[in-house]
């Protein structure tokens, strides 16, 4: 049996135990209860062939152990002290700069205690920076370590353990390192550059992705549409795209094994290169470079000998590899594809054995297509539905219809991006040729992406279960390989049953108030006699608002909003708009009159967009109650005019003071005479100045929900803690609890 795959098995589970468990923890224990394992299993294992197996996972753990040991100590533990310093020190720039709210970020290099390290740099300036310049000043270091000040998954599976902020002026100069190693992202820029240049607008950004994975431009109707679909992959570039690149040279140089090996190694790695070196596209490469080799030398190619080597040498370079989302897709993907892909085509095949001619040809290519793509879901849907919380049902559909035309896009692309500066008439024509089937794969997605119930979300805990359900049928199906129509037939029905539930439990309540947990921000959700209201729009991230918001009302089968309502328009209250309109539309807003902000917001929507502008008390009739709109008040400070929405019906009565603070909460009490509440939504997300004791006591409310998320304001103030407990307050927060759901 395949020794490496073992091993590597082993290997990887030491590398997730260091990296989430046992971090800053002394590791000789479990380094010594993995070797006495290790032992015994290899005593035993010259007697029964059932310890041969574990005998590679636990070398693969020991091993792990001790180089995690000497990863830590020799790499990590000197910088450690340098966590929330400020020093002096060169910080390199590997790629160019991009523009943030407060200046420029950019990824680098420095060199600390002797040795190079990644580092991500937000540095001010009027000039970003491009490969190679250096800046020499004072920066602010924060690690990415588990532990350290900006403790970040994705930069540590990245490699970039650093974060570094310019603090004063910063000198520049140009590296004296040799111009090639800055020669990637060189190439990448021009690419940008030319194909922005020479491909039409409306499909300039997919190209861009396709060939690069840079999905900046990319609007987010779209980006959502291909998630939905199921055809992210196509621009994020992963190993679909290092495969189209192998295959273009293996056929040029087919027959020359050691030519193809000579030619392919290299460009590999400059592709790699020009796309960032992508834990994806990483892999990618160590399996097509030991692909070549093996021809070269003749040696039998063994595709998980070759997972598993790409996968070691990745942990060894970086353990913290295990947490980036590329990596956990791509690998999982790929097992997939190696474990089932033929089983699955077999099968297919063998219920279309009396084809002949064209029909054959065309069922060897669609059990072809759908085998792997089916395979590939096998192992990276959980991972799918984790960290996106989606679930394509249509992915297999749109990757038939879609995905053989990537290859011929890809280099499509490729050539208007070589070829732009020296024939750009030609490559013009090429750009306008290749947009069409650009076009239609746009296309394909967007329509498909639009179906009811084209992709199912995990805030559904019906979906979840049947998710579940569906693992362990495959799971008893790999077991006792019998009885497979029968376990595809209930998967099948449990998925109607799980979509039912969805859509029919939620309705049977009276009243659902849902505060989202959007980070620092406030997006509620209220739904009652089956219609649906959202007060607030806004979080952290404008993007992962619109996602959350828009995945809890579909994954209920609501299709639109019936109403939404502004209680003021700072960001963290509104940024998620306009995105949330391109996946749920919006019968009607309704806005506080705040001048300039309201004029701007209603100019911004289209014209037949039903827009109630809020002057003074206004009421909506919702469910067996009532919906109203307290009149904004005409401080001039924004925060204090919020609008403030009370929703009273026989199942709960509910207060929501958007960002008042102490000053705003009374001028709300001198004007209205406010009953007791069961819910108050605690103002200005836990601020010390909101939610006063005057409020408290003329409300009385029995449960307060404060939204919350990461902040440097000190929110929620301990002095709101201790009122809210003087009152007897139950306390949900969303930072904490998450997305807090109240039923009726």
Request: proline share 4%; charged share 15%; aromatic share 12%.
């Amino acid at each position: 049996m395949r020794k490496l795959l073992w091993f590597t098995i082993g290997f990887a589970i030491g590398c997730g135990l260091c990296v989430t468990l046992f971090w800053q923890k002394n590791l000789l224990p479990m380094l010594l209860y993995a070797a006495v394992c290790c032992g015994l299993c290899f005593l035993f294992g010259f007697r029964n062939d059932l310890f041969r197996f574990p005998t590679g996972a636990y070398l693969g753990l020991t091993i792990s152990f001790a180089w995690f040991f000497l990863f830590q100590n020799q790499y990590l533990r000197p910088i450690q002290p340098l966590d929330g310093a400020t020093i002096q020190m060169k910080i390199t720039a590997s790629d160019y700069s991009e523009r943030t709210n407060y200046g420029f970020s950019v990824e680098g290099f420095t060199v600390l205690e002797g040795r190079p390290y990644r580092l991500r740099l937000f540095h001010s300036g009027e000039e970003p920076l491009s490969p190679g310049e250096v800046l020499d000043g004072e920066f602010r270091l924060r690690l990415t370590v588990p532990g350290g000040k900006m403790d970040s998954s994705y930069y540590q599976g990245n490699g970039v353990f650093l974060v570094a902020t310019q603090k004063g002026e910063a000198i520049r100069s140009q590296s004296e390192r040799n111009d090639l190693f800055f020669l990637p992202p060189r190439v990448a820029q021009t690419a940008r550059e030319r194909i922005a240049a020479l491909f039409p607008k409306d499909t300039a950004a997919f190209a861009k992705a396709l060939l690069l994975g840079d999905t900046s431009d990319l609007s987010y109707s779209v980006d959502t549409a291909l998630k939905i679909s199921g055809i992210r992959h196509v621009v994020a570039v992963s190993g679909l795209h290092v495969s189209i690149v192998f295959s273009l040279v293996y056929l040029l140089f087919r027959g020359r094994r050691w030519l193809t090996f000579l030619v392919s190694v290299p460009l590999l790695l400059f592709f790699a290169g020009v796309t960032g070196f992508s834990p994806s596209v990483t892999r990618a490469c160590l399996m097509c470079g030991l692909m070549a080799f093996g021809g070269a030398v003749k040696e039998e190619y063994d595709s998980l000998t070759s997972l598993s080597f790409a996968v070691l040498c990745m942990l060894v370079m970086n353990p913290f590899v295990l947490l980036s989302v590329s990596f956990q897709l791509s690998v999982a993907s790929v097992f997939g594809i190696l474990l089932f892909a033929l089983p699955i085509a077999n099968r297919m095949n063998g219920i279309s054995n009396g084809k002949r001619g064209i029909g054959k040809t065309l069922s060897l290519w669609f059990s072809s297509s759908v085998s792997v793509s089916l395979a590939a879901m096998i192992f990276s849907t959980p991972f799918s539905a984790y960290y996106f919380g989606t679930i394509s049902l249509v992915g297999v559909l749109t990757n038939l219809l879609t995905i053989w035309l990537i290859a011929f896009l890809f280099y499509g692309v490729s050539f208007v991006s070589l070829f732009g500066g020296m024939l750009p008439t030609v490559c013009r024509w090429v750009a306008w040729l290749i947009s069409w089937p650009i076009r239609f794969v746009l296309f394909t997605a967007q329509t498909l992406s639009k179906i009811p119930f084209a992709a199912l979300y995990t805030q559904s805990g019906y979906v979840t279960a049947w998710l579940v359900f569906c693992y362990v049928l495959l799971a008893l199906y790999l077991m006792f390989r019998r009885w497979g129509r029968r376990f595809f037939a209930a998967g099948a029905a449990c998925l109607v049953l799980a979509v039912a539930a969805s859509v029919v439990m939620p309705r049977r309540d009276a009243l659902r108030l849902n505060v989202l947990d959007v980070g620092e921000g406030q997006s509620i959700l209220l739904q009652t006699g089956g219609q649906s209201f959202l007060i607030d729009c806004g979080g952290s991230s404008d993007t992962k608002t619109a996602d959350q918001i828009a995945q809890t009302l579909l994954s209920q089968g609501v299709f639109h909003l019936d109403g939404l309502v502004l209680t003021h328009y700072d960001r963290d209250h509104s940024n998620a708009i306009e995105k949330l309109e391109t996946r749920i539309p919006v019968n009607r807003f309704y806005l506080p009159v705040q001048e300039e902000n309201s004029l701007r917001f209603t100019q911004l929507n289209r014209p037949d967009k039903a827009v109630t502008l809020i002057s003074q008390d206004y009421e909506i009739p919702l469910g067996t109650g009532k919906l109203t709109l307290l009149e904004p008040g005409k401080s001039k400070n924004d925060n204090e005019n919020s609008m403030c929405v009370l929703f009273e019906s026989a199942e709960c009565v509910i207060l929501i003071t958007g960002d008042r603070s102490r000053t705003g909460e009374r001028a709300l009490l001198e004007q209205y005479q406010l009953p007791p509440v069961d819910v108050l939504i605690a103002g200005h997300h836990g601020s010390k100045n909101a939610t006063s004791y005057e409020l408290l006591e003329a409300v009385q409310p029995q449960i307060v929900i404060i939204s919350v998320g990461e902040n440097s304001y000190g929110h929620p103030a301990q002095e709101v803690l201790n009122r809210l407990a003087e009152y007897n307050c139950t306390v949900y927060r969303t930072d904490l609890q998450g997305s807090v759901l109240l039923r009726r």
